[in-house]
Every structure is written in C-alpha cells, then in structure tokens.
C-alpha cells in the first residue's frame, strides 16, 4: 500500500485551524506529509499546531487571509516546497438574495472562490518552477449541483471553484500538477452548527441521506489523501462528493 503513502510530501492547509480543514490536516499528517496550516487568527492557529504536535506530527503554522494576494505570497513563500495543497478556506452565510448585498456577495465569493484561485497559482508557480508536479485539492459544496434557498452567493462561489478545478486540471496536467476537488456533504462543523441546532431541518434532512446518518470529518480522510497519493496519479479535474448518496438520491 505504499502508493497512498504520503511519506516525505510537504503539504499546505489553508483554513486549517478547525473543522473540515483541520481533519484533512490530520489525515494528511497521519499518512506521512509533512502539514503546514494557515489561518488568520493566531491564537487560534497556535493551538491548533499544538495539538496537531502533540499528536505526533510535523506540523506547522502560517498567518495566512485568502483575501489578500500579500498574505497567499508571503505565507507561499514560507512554506518553502509545497506538493500538496489544499483549498479549504472558506466562509458562508445563509441571507435570502433579495437581502444580498455587495459586501456579503464580496466576502463570500472572495474567500471561496478568488482566495482558492491564488492560493493554487502562487503554488503551481513554484511547482512548475521546480519541475515537481504535485497535487491540488479544492474543497467544493453540494451546492454546486443542487440549489438551496438563501445560500446564492455561497453557491455561485463553490460553483466557481468547480469549474476552476476542471480548468485548472486542463491546463496544468502537462506540468504533472493534478487538480481536483472533493465535495463534503452535511457534516456537522463550527461554521455549520446553527443549522443542525434546528431539530426539523436535522431530522428532515438526516432522512434524505441514504446512508442515515450526517457525515462525520473521519470520513473525509481517505478522499484526501488518495487524491494527494500516488494512487491516484492518473486523476485529475474531477470531483469526488463525499455525501452518504444524497446527490444520487435525489
């Protein structure tokens, strides 16, 4: 099973202080890569590459906010060799899109969608400077296949960042950077938490997933570290939707 070892890979985790971002650090870490996360908040950031050491770990922390092309270099430029590196900072908020406004609309689609584009291209710079190849993972939504009230800006983002993997994956395989995404369904996390204190919508949707149950962050692990693996050498622009059968369901 050597081909899905990650023994010797450097990878960058943006947003990975906490929730899906964290877990995919881990399980990253605990198939051999050396883990670099960012966040913008450093109270936050420290704890989370202590408890990531005190697991056993490599790991390591920059300061890092995707909205700004300053922050993604300077914390590019920091991690020195990157071979793996996963788009996974993000933020949402439920607004009906008659109440959207600009500064929401930029928030969002800012962090999602051009946060993730220059955080893969300061990257892929340096990869196909260093003749390396490696892997980029972006961590897409449910919503880009499926339409939920309120979520307009939330969508339109994560819509982008598809048809981005696909571009990408075109247009970098002849430098051996593989693009792909992997598209979590209903797991509960911080930023997710208000809709699952809500019992009706949780009972309601929880019978909608053909597996019966929301999605745990464990069960993200092995998506990500084969898409980053050797294994999955021969796969790029596609996206892997970890969601318990929803999407084939409905």
Not at 35 to 55: E, F, M, N, P
Not at 127 to 137: D, L, N, Q, T
Not at 193 to 207: G, I, L, P, T
Request: proline share 2%; with cysteine; charged share 15%.
């Amino acid at each position: 099973m050597t081909s899905f070892s990650l023994q010797g890979k450097n990878a960058l985790v943006t947003g990975g202080t906490r929730g899906i971002g964290y877990a995919l650090a881990q399980a990253l870490a605990q198939a051999g890569a050396r883990v670099t996360i960012t966040g913008r908040d450093a109270v936050s950031l420290q704890a989370a590459v202590g408890q990531l050491r005190d697991a056993g770990v490599e790991a390591h922390g920059l300061i890092l906010d995707v909205t700004q092309a300053a922050s993604i270099q300077q914390a590019v430029a920091a991690a020195g060799r990157v071979d793996i590196l996963i788009n996974n900072a993000g933020t949402e908020q439920i607004r009906p899109s008659l109440e959207v406004d600009e500064a929401l609309w930029d928030t969002i689609v800012g962090t999602n969608l051009k946060g993730a584009f220059f955080c893969a291209q300061a990257v892929a710079k340096n990869m196909v400077s260093a003749a390396s190849g490696g892997a980029i993972i972006n961590v897409c939504s449910l919503t880009t296949c499926v339409g939920v009230p309120g979520a307009a800006a939330y969508a339109s983002s994560k819509s982008g960042l598809a048809g981005m993997t696909r571009t990408l994956s075109a247009e970098w395989a002849a430098h051996n950077i593989r693009v792909n995404g992997i598209g979590p369904g209903y797991f509960a996390t911080e930023m997710t938490q208000v809709f699952y204190q809500d019992d009706a919508w949780r009972d309601a949707m929880q019978k909608k997933i053909p597996l019966g149950r929301f999605g745990e962050l464990d069960d993200l692990a092995g998506s990500v570290v084969f898409l980053s693996s050797e294994s999955a050498r021969y796969i790029t622009g596609q996206i892997l939707y970890i969601d318990g059968g929803y999407l084939a369901s409905i």
